[in-house]
Nanobody
Framework: QVQLVESGGGLVQAGGSLRLSCAAS????????MGWYRQAPGKQRDLVAT???????NYADSVKGRFTISRENAKNTVYLQMTSLKPEDTAVYYC?????????????WGQGTQVTVSS
């Protein structure tokens, strides 16, 4: 089992910045990638950014150049630095971790943190 705890959400004005954190604990050695997804009211949960254990990153087109995902291995923590925030970035942001254990796929989610961007 892997537990994910997010923090750092809040209310910010358009153009502002926020940094989200996701601390992982438990069977971390089974995790190969972590990432952030977001879900706005009435919409599906969409990928924001991911980072592999090797440091390879991937971003949704809508956040490229504005958001940066990074990881601090010593703290088992992944960050999402969000800049130039827009009202359309408003959503619940979820941390995700994927991996495998004896060929069994693993997929974990955090509880989510609200990000609200006012215009």
């Amino acid at each position: 089992q892997v537990q994910l705890v997010e923090s750092g959400g809040g209310l910010v004005q358009a153009g502002g910045s926020l940094r989200l954190s996701c601390a992982a604990s438990g069977s971390i050695s089974s995790i190969t990638a972590m990432g952030w997804y977001r879900q706005a009211p009435g919409k599906q949960r969409d990928l924001v950014a991911t980072i592999t254990s090797g440091g390879r990153t991937n971003y949704a087109d809508s956040v490229k150049g504005r958001f940066t995902i990074s990881r601090e291995n010593a703290k088992n923590t992944v960050y999402l630095q969000m800049t130039s925030l827009k009202p359309e970035d408003t959503a619940v942001y979820y941390c995700n971790a994927v991996g495998s254990y004896y060929s069994r796929p693993l997929n974990y989610w955090g509880q989510g943190t609200q990000v609200t961007v006012s215009s």
